[in-house]
């Protein structure tokens, strides 16, 4: 029953696209996919250990005492709203330094002490997290407390999932396609020459916010992205066809631009490219393709000239989407996918 009505829900969203024409098929019919050269590496400054002054957070624990006074000795934490208070003295100390925060405790400290010194310790740094998601064994939050490289992280989640099968064992994680985001930005990292060949020009040091994701290698799953009513990723089957992939996103937005509709196919570091017309295959006018596990269809919201202008925004939005949903699946049980709140032209 719940089949049937899927499958009837799934028509009626594919019902504007379709209607007055007949979709033709062909299973060996494919589009011609080109190879398109992306970064093969991150800057080479990312792989130098930071010495960036740490700045303050909520959780940052801190031993605080005014020099030559008796009994002053106190930890205080900075509050999930990022102020501290010691004594009578309260600061909005996320973001600041040791330092700076020093200078401003004891300006304050002045209407009740005599030229107040005060000596700060930073007991504790928990205000600085990444996030490691997917085939680990131990996948969660991770807490910056020195400066750490993505193997480094990647081990005190549990290191990488293996599945051991007499005298063979094999990788859980899908390298080909596992990704870092950085301020919503997808890093230049290819994990299989980090992680299989031990390249260190990919190692580099993490950033509080850094999202790393390694997918199973088992799951077949096809992203539909850009100006779809619904972009997400679909559950790969034989019969997974463009056509039917965009019915499962509840059919293309009303600002879309079916005539050059993207497929980008292999690894995240070595795509293929194939632009595809959408809406000919929807007037009956083209043969609609079969489509292959880690696709990832984007549906633009206007023309563009060459597919290399927007590809970095297309796996940026991939990105950012996929680490929102992950994050969504780890703290709510089958919880309804995210959709992207940025531009669709991937710009």
């Known amino acids: 029953m ?11 969203a594919a019902l504007p696209c379709l209607a007055d024409s007949v979709v033709h098929f062909d299973p060996h019919a494919q589009p011609t996919f080109e190879s398109l050269h992306v970064p093969q590496g991150p800057p080479a400054a990312l792989l130098s250990e930071p010495h960036d002054t740490y700045r303050l957070g ?3 624990k801190l031993e605080l005492e005014l020099m030559e006074v008796a009994d002053t000795r106190q930890i205080s934490i900075v509050m999930p709203d990022g102020d501290l208070y010691y004594q009578t003295a309260h600061v909005h100390a996320a973001g600041l330094t040791i330092v700076e925060l020093k200078a401003a405790l004891e300006k ?13 310790i930073l007991r ?3 205000s600085q997290r990444i996030m490691v998601m997917g085939r680990v064994n131990a996948p969660g939050i991770i807490t910056l407390d020195s400066p750490t490289t993505i193997v480094e992280a990647i081990s005190e989640a549990g290191g990488l999932m293996i599945q051991h099968s007499g005298i063979n064992s094999e990788e859980l994680a899908d390298l080909g396609h596992s990704f870092l985001v950085r301020n919503g930005e997808m890093m230049p ?20 916010g850094d999202f790393i994701y390694l997918p199973s290698s ?52 070595e795509p293929k490219i194939a632009v595809v017309n959408l809406k000919a295959m929807l007037n009956g006018k083209a043969i609609d393709v079969r489509l292959q596990p880690q696709d990832i269809v984007w549906v633009p919201n206007s023309p563009f000239e060459k597919v290399e202008s927007i590809v ?3 796996f940026n939005t991939f990105a950012r989407t996929e680490a929102a949903n992950e994050g969504n699946r780890a703290v709510i049980r089958s919880p309804a996918p995210v959709v992207p709140t940025i531009g669709l032209n991937a710009q």
């Open 124 to 126: 504790s740094m928990t």
């Open 108 to 120: 304050q400290l002045e209407t009740d002490y005599r030229d107040p010194q005060l000596s700060l």
């Open 2 to 12: 719940k089949t049937a009505l899927r499958f009837v829900l799934l028509l009626v």
């Open 189 to 208: 990292v290819n994990f299989v020459k980090l992680l299989r060949d031990g390249d260190p020009s990919q190692n580099i040091y993490l950033k509080d």
């Open 218 to 269: 088992t799951s077949g799953r096809v992203y539909v992205l850009g100006a779809v009513n619904l972009a997400r990723g679909v559950d790969y089957s034989e019969e997974l066809t463009l056509v039917t992939a965009i019915g499962y996103a509840q059919g293309l937005a009303p600002r879309s631009f079916p005539q050059r509709v993207v497929i980008i196919r292999n690894t995240l570091t």
């Open 58 to 60: 909520p959780g940052d």
């Open 312 to 314: 970095g925004g297309i």
